[in-house]
Each structure stands twice: as C-alpha cells, then as structure tokens.
C-alpha cells in the first residue's frame, strides 16, 4: 500500500470541509427562501437557486474530497482541473477582463492555486501506484 503525502491529507481535509461550509450554505439558503417566500417572493427565487448550486457544489466537493483522500486518480486528476479552471479564471479577470486589476486577493488566490497545481502535479506519482480492488 501506497503512503498517503501528507499534503494530499490536508488537501483532502480542507476539500471535505469546503463541501461541510457549502452545505451548511445550501441549508440557510433553503431556509432564507422559505423566509422570503410569501413577503418577498421575486427575492425567493435566487434564494431557491442559490441554494441548489451550493448543495450541487458541495456534493462534488465531498466526493472529491473523498477520492483525494483516498488516493484516487479520478479525484486527483479533478484536483488538477479545478486548481486550472481558477487560474484561468482569476488570471482572466485580473489582467484581461473588464477592470482587469490585479488586486491582493487575486494575487494571493494566484498564489496559492498555482502552488497546488505544483504541488499536485510533484505527488502525482503516488497517484498513479497500483490501487486496491474497492
């Protein structure tokens, strides 16, 4: 059996905890709109939907979280393409998009994403070991 980096667990936990907080969204997003339904019911409705997009995000989230905690190949190559879509995210917004500036917080997510890609991209070959039967 292959040793877990201790980065993947880290990785892994902050993942599980992201998908913990971005539950704990969805579940006050339900309840702001059962809140705003009959007083507000225009307002209701972003409420409602907000709410599903988290719950739909925080359930990959879980499962990535999971997967990387296991050593999964799938969960890692899905680490990979989350950490590229934000860099090419937060790199478009901030030195191609409308403003395009550059601010702290885009610096620091630049930052630390480009550094898990790195990371990512180094263990890779704890990844790719021969994995157990499930």
């Keep these: 059996m292959v040793a877990r980096p201790v980065g993947i667990t880290i990785l892994g936990g902050l ?9 704990l969204m969805s579940l006050a997003s339900f309840i702001a709109t059962l809140a705003f339904l009959i007083p507000f019911p225009s307002q209701a409705g972003t409420f409602a939907w907000n709410g ?11 499962i990535a979280g999971a997967g990387l905690l296991r050593m999964r190949v799938w969960a890692w190559g899905m680490a990979i393409l989350v950490a590229l879509v934000t860099l090419v995210y937060v790199g478009y ?7 395009a500036v550059l601010t702290l917080p885009g610096a620091l997510t630049l930052a630390l994403v480009g550094a898990v890609l790195v990371y990512l991209l180094g263990v890779s070959r704890s990844f790719r070991r021969a994995q157990p039967a499930m």
């Design 15 to 23: 993942v599980a905890l992201a998908a913990l907080i971005l539950f």
């Design 93 to 99: 917004n901030a030195f191609v998009g409308p403003g």
């Design 52 to 62: 599903l997009l988290f719950f739909v995000i925080s359930v990959v989230l879980g």
